[in-house]
């Protein structure tokens, strides 16, 4: 399967610890989004990347918050002192660039801050 | 933020019968996506429209899209128990980033 590959899929983490999440989005795709999704919502975007390079970060993202995407292929997503209100589905996604492509999501990653 | 409203929020109907969601938007679009979400899991892409265009079909699936109104539909034709999830649309701004902005989803439920 060469799709968008999330994990760890599911992650229970005491308040106050710090997690990350790693995406491998599908080979050549030069562009990488994070969103978070809470239950009974649409995801909500974070952030993307063009290639290595963050372009945009939402408000959404404290500075808590922390994206890379060293080398233009895989991405973390990491957070620091979690709080209760981080709870979410974490949904990395990605693209070529170009008009009207198609944007492909992973499984998401399950965070329950306890 | 939302970009805007899936309508119904939640629908049931049974097997073989069609299943139409509608979704509104605010501002100018590049393309609009609908995507199917199964409970807990990720999303899976239906098809995209580009704002020139007016009607889209794939298999089971025909969506359209009215820019001067800023809606789109999508119907699902003779439903079956495996289509029973929660359908998004998407819009792709005309931006640089074309991040998608997506709506709070139409929960389907359907029934044998």
């Known amino acids: 399967d060469t799709g968008v590959s999330q994990n760890p899929r599911h992650k229970i983490t005491k308040r106050g610890q710090n997690v990350t999440f790693r995406c491998d989005p599908i080979?050549?795709?030069?562009?990488l989004y994070w969103y978070r999704q809470t239950l009974g919502q649409g995801p909500e975007f974070l952030t993307y990347?063009?290639?290595?390079?963050?372009?945009?970060k939402s408000r959404l993202l404290s500075d808590r918050f922390s994206a890379e995407r060293p080398k233009g292929s895989f991405s973390t997503l990491e957070i620091q002192r979690t709080e209760q209100g981080d709870s979410a589905m974490y949904l990395c996604?990605?693209?070529?660039?170009?008009?009207?492509?198609?944007?492909?999501f992973g499984e998401g990653s399950w965070l329950t801050v306890v | 933020s939302q970009q805007g409203e899936e309508d119904p929020q939640a629908l049931s109907i049974q097997e073989g019968e069609n299943a139409t969601m509608n979704c509104s938007y605010k501002?100018?679009?590049?393309?609009l996506q609908w995507y199917r979400q199964n409970s807990g899991r990720g999303l899976v892409h239906l098809i995209l429209?580009?704002?020139?265009?007016r009607e889209k079909h794939s298999g089971r699936l025909r969506v359209t899209l009215d820019t001067s109104k800023k809606s789109s539909s999508l119907l699902i034709t003779a439903s079956r128990a495996a289509d029973t999830a929660s359908y998004f649309c998407?819009?792709?701004?005309?931006?640089?980033?074309?991040?998608?902005?997506f709506g709070t989803g139409t929960r389907l439920q359907v029934t044998l």
């Open positions: 501002t100018s679009i590049n393309n």
């Open positions: 998407a819009t792709a701004d005309t931006g640089t980033a074309s991040k998608l902005t």
């Open positions: 429209i580009r704002s020139n265009e």
């Open positions: 080979s050549e795709h030069n562009r």
């Open positions: 996604a990605s693209r070529i660039t170009g008009d009207g492509n198609t944007i492909y």
């Open positions: 990347f063009q290639n290595e390079a963050q372009l945009e």
